[in-house]
């Protein structure tokens, strides 16, 4: 979404001139309450998108989301920027599935994000439905990463042409909603 561009190195992010708010949210043990803080926090802070590769289960099979995590929702909807609204971005996940009953990423205030191959087709594995928002391109995409976490790229191991999936797409997504807020700060969620 950001990664500093103009330097010659690697890559260059969507908004390579943004600034970037990071939260650590990861494993079984992370509490609903966590899970609030996490979205209303980076709202306190300031963040205009919020990029989430994360879900609560399994997106092809139909669930509700818990209610506190729906007013976090709510609260980045109606409180961010300013009373503006900060858009929250969730990646459709890699199951090749259909997801309009994923409660997550068919709330009102979510944008669900698909991938999309070079050829602008749905990638095979990317999970599909109306909850759908939009599809961003996926595979492929230079990115940084940790020395042997992926194949490196031009033999440089902090970077890698490996990343893919809607958690690839959805930093994509978020670098075209900053763009969009930096032109016309006025914009709505």
């Given at each position: ?169 959805t930093p994509l997504v978020a670098g075209v909603f900053a763009l969009m ?9």
């Open positions: 979404a950001a990664s500093i561009g103009n330097n010659e190195e690697g890559g260059a992010g969507v908004a390579y001139g943004a600034e970037v708010y990071g939260v650590r949210l990861l494993g079984d043990s992370v509490s609903m309450t966590e899970t609030y803080d996490s979205i209303t926090s980076s709202v306190d802070a300031g963040a205009s998108v919020l990029s989430n590769s994360w879900g609560f289960k399994n997106s092809c099979d139909g669930y509700d989301i818990p209610e506190l995590y729906k007013q976090a929702l709510r609260y980045a909807e109606e409180e961010g920027r300013g009373g503006l609204g900060s858009v929250v971005l969730h990646a459709a996940g890699n199951s090749n599935c259909d997801i309009s009953d994923d409660g997550l990423l068919a709330f009102e205030t979510v944008v669900a994000v698909a991938a999309l191959s070079a050829g602008d087709n749905k990638e095979g594995y990317s999970s599909y439905g109306t909850p759908i928002d939009i599809s961003a391109p996926s595979g492929g995409l230079i990115t940084t990463t940790l020395e042997g976490a992926y194949n490196s790229y031009k033999d440089n191991p902090l970077y890698t042409s490996d990343m893919s999936g809607t958690s690839a797409a807020f930096s032109v016309n700060e006025r914009l709505t969620a």
